[in-house]
Structures are given as structure tokens and as C-alpha cells.
């Protein structure tokens, strides 16, 4: 695997802590957005230590490839973070499965980038990383999140009740996969 990869219209890296200005500016323009879906956030979250430690922490897990984030930044524009897709729980062993998670800027919605860059992801971790499995999980009422999932080939396997705490309420998650035989038909890689 590798620290940096390329689509059409796409550039995902792995960043170094250097990089916390931008990042804490991505998570303070999609704050509102964000928070409806993921759970309370340290305090701290928004400052530039905790990114800074967040992003050294991150770097380590993707040189051993136990959980990989990608930050996506458009071609025409290589300094402006548009969005992250990533690959957590990287399990190994009889498993060889990792559960995805991604994040797109509001301002590029609707563009296509979420689509781009998770088939990207898929790629890697089916191709490069010899995985066999991606799990991914949405709240039942985000519609355009399962949409895009259904649209890249993930199968709707059910619902995890109760699996996720947000904001004092204990949510249902929609559980999707997608394998790699699956992918390589749908995709065409051989």
C-alpha cells in the first residue's frame, strides 16, 4: 500500500501531523454536518494539538496497515481537503476484513467524490491489501450514504440494533458489505 494514490479527478494521501491546520479547518467547516452522525466529541477535538496527535497516531496505524485514512484532495486544487475515506478495524487473519467510514466536505456534495474515492479504497483493499471483506454502517435515515453504498455494490445484510451511541441515544446502525469476488465482477479486474 501506498502514502499516496490518484483517480481522475482525485489526489487521497495519508497526512503527517504537519497537516492539523488543514485538517481541523475541514472538521470546523462540516462541524454542524458531521456531528448529526458520529458521537460526542472530546472537548479538545477541535483544537490543533488533538489533530496534530490524531494525525501521528493515524500515520502509525497505516504503516502497520491496522486502520488507514485517506485525505481527498481535488486535482484542480491540492491544498483544499474535500473529504477522508477510511479503512478501520483491519483484520487480519481469518478475517481479512476492514469496516469503511468517509466523510465528504458540504460544499462538493453531489459531485461524484465520495463515489470516486471509496472505489478507489475498494481497489486497495481488495487488490493490494488482499482483503475479502468491507463492512460499512449508516443510520437508517441517511438515505443518500445507503444510496451511494448500494450504488458501489454493497449488500444490505441487516440491521445492528442499538449498536452506537449518538448523543445520549443509543441508534441502529444498517449494516452493508461488499466481497471481493463481488467487487471483481462488478469492477472488471481480473
Known sequence: MKMKYETDRLILKILPDTAAGRVLQFYLDNREVFEQFEPDRPQNF????????????EY????????????????SAPEQ???????????RGFYQSCMMGYKIDKRVWRQGFAKESIDKCIYIAFEEMKLHR????????????????EGLGFAWEGTKRQSVKLHGVW??????????????LLFGWF
Open 134 to 149: 468491507i463492512e460499512a454502517h449508516t443510520l437508517p435515515e441517511n438515505t443518500p450514504s445507503r444510496k451511494l453504498l
Open 46 to 57: 477541535y483544537t490543533m494539538e488533538y489533530q496534530k496527535t490524531l494525525l501521528h497516531c
Open 60 to 75: 502509525n496505524l497505516a504503516v502497520k496497515q491496522s486502520a488507514v485514512r485517506f485525505w481527498l484532495f481535488e486535482k
Open 171 to 184: 441508534r441502529d446502525h444498517e449494516v452493508y458489505a461488499l466481497l471481493a469476488e463481488e467487487a471483481k
Open 81 to 91: 481537503i474535500i473529504g477522508t475515506v477510511s479503512m478501520q478495524e483491519i483484520r
